[in-house]
């Protein structure tokens, strides 16, 4: 089953999750052995998230709290951690995570990794700003590849 890992460095990682077992697979690539946290921000997508991410100070995602800001439509509270991107089904079921998700997932990500990198070289005037410019090139990313 087609996943994809994001880590907080902006890397995605493609995963070939089997159907049977596959939560505790996920609870491996996040790095919780107790709980995960499973976040609907796209109808046929779940991103499953650290449960104590913040509490253990883990690193933020910015990759992927672009892409679940950009689905929702709306700037999202941070997230942390190794995070996991897989389908949903209209059931709420963990599935396959089908190839234009998967599009918006990489494109999002390259696309903070290089924002990030021009960052460094000339910051952004202020956080609000940052909020601002990588949101719209997040939901460009998204409706883009549509």
């Known amino acids: 089953?087609?996943?994809?890992?994001?880590?907080?460095?902006?890397?995605?990682?493609?995963?070939?999750?089997?159907?049977?077992?596959?939560?505790?697979?996920?609870r491996v690539q996040v790095g919780s052995l107790d709980v995960v946290d499973q976040g609907v921000y796209h109808h046929r997508a779940v991103l499953h998230l650290h449960g104590s991410s913040r509490a253990l100070g883990l690193p933020q995602n910015l990759a992927a709290w672009a892409l679940a800001s950009a689905w929702r439509g709306v700037a999202l509270y941070p997230l942390a951690g190794t995070i996991v991107v897989t389908g949903r089904t209209a059931d709420g079921e963990v599935t396959a995570l089908d190839d234009d998700l998967a599009e918006h997932v990489q494109a999002v990500a390259d696309t903070v990794r290089e924002t990030l990198e021009r960052w460094r070289r000339r910051p952004p005037l202020s956080g609000e700003a940052a909020i601002g410019e990588l949101l719209a090139y997040a939901a460009r990313d998204v409706t883009s590849s549509l």
Not at 2 to 24: C, H, K, M
């Open 1 to 26: 089953m087609r996943a994809l890992r994001i880590d907080p460095d902006t890397t995605v990682a493609e995963l070939d999750l089997p159907r049977t077992d596959v939560l505790s697979l996920i």
